[in-house]
């Protein structure tokens, strides 16, 4: 079966190295940016070169859009609907849910097979396994687009709900992002004592790994639904933070990371479920 013919919308970085490794396994690929001079490269490895997203759009089977934000899709693919039509739309271009299940709801409006996908990589890493990318929508977009997809790495359908690629991708960079806030705090703690950075972020490391699995237990607790499994409770586990609060202040260090944290957990308290399991907090980050 010959590779799909694609499309690159956008040559950032990320753009960048998705054309070329689409190029670099056999994919005949046109190119399209809004500053014309990006594209010079690519032609001179092999790629052909759209001067619009109409032209650009008409040239392949697959479209794959990795455009700066989501007003940027809409207003590029928009003008170029007719020529997108029958084509499938892969939008890398990060999004959120609802952002995403807009433009399925107008691709399907215009007769375009739509899958939206989150890529868990930096651009150095498209080609290799280690590259998670999550793509949600049209199945059959995606079963057409697969040998396009695979070559940039690992790929991953999450679901037929459009928005749940960027949800997945959005909740994993939300906990990495907390996680790192974490070495932030530890750091500034410990560097008021002249503990380098390196040093502190190298024992953060250790002690997170030694921690990452109680995570499933966490999640279990979570899944049962009762909190009352006799695990580290909420009385015990806000007066913890506080000393961590406390610990933080004495060494002349903000703790705005931790506050949060105690505030559930006080709210939990004054409402009666002092002695629930301390993970009945993710019960209050419900938008009410």
Do not use: C
Not at 82 to 94: F, M, P, R, S, Y
Not at 215 to 231: I, K, P
Request: charged residues 20%; negative net charge; hydrophobic residues 45%.
């Amino acid at each position: 079966m010959p590779a799909p013919t694609a499309t690159v919308l956008g040559l950032g970085a990320m753009g960048s190295a998705v054309a070329t490794r689409l190029r670099e396994t056999g994919h005949a690929t046109t190119v399209w940016n809004r500053t014309a001079a990006k594209t010079e490269p690519h032609v001179r490895a092999g790629s052909a070169a759209a001067a619009t997203v109409a032209e650009a759009a008409a040239a392949s089977d697959v479209v794959i859009v990795v455009l700066l934000d989501h007003a940027g899709v809409g207003e590029r693919l928009g003008p170029a609907a007719a020529d997108l039509k029958g084509k499938t739309v892969v939008n890398l271009t990060t999004t959120t849910p609802n952002q995403a299940r807009e433009t399925a709801a107008w691709a399907a409006d215009h007769g375009i097979a739509y899958l939206d996908g989150a890529v868990m990589a930096v651009p150095s890493m498209i080609g290799d396994p280690s590259a998670r990318l999550l793509y949600s929508g049209d199945e059959h977009a995606y079963t057409a687009a697969r040998p396009a997809l695979e070559a940039l790495g690992t790929a991953e359908f999450a679901g037929t709900d459009t928005g749940l690629a960027s949800l997945k991708d959005m909740a994993l960079l939300a906990a990495m992002d907390l996680m790192l806030l974490g070495y932030v705090q530890a750091i500034a703690m410990m560097r008021t004592t002249g503990a380098t950075a390196a040093a502190t972020a190298e024992e953060v490391e250790a002690w997170l790994g030694a921690m990452l699995p109680h995570g499933r237990e966490l999640a279990a607790v979570v899944d049962g639904g009762t909190y009352d499994t006799g695990g580290q409770s909420v009385d015990f586990d806000r007066f913890g933070i506080a000393s961590l609060i406390t610990a933080s202040r004495e060494q002349g260090i903000r703790a705005d990371f931790l506050e949060p944290h105690q505030k559930f957990l006080e709210e939990l308290a004054a409402t009666g479920h002092g002695d629930s399991d301390w993970i009945r907090i993710i019960e209050r980050l419900a938008v009410r």
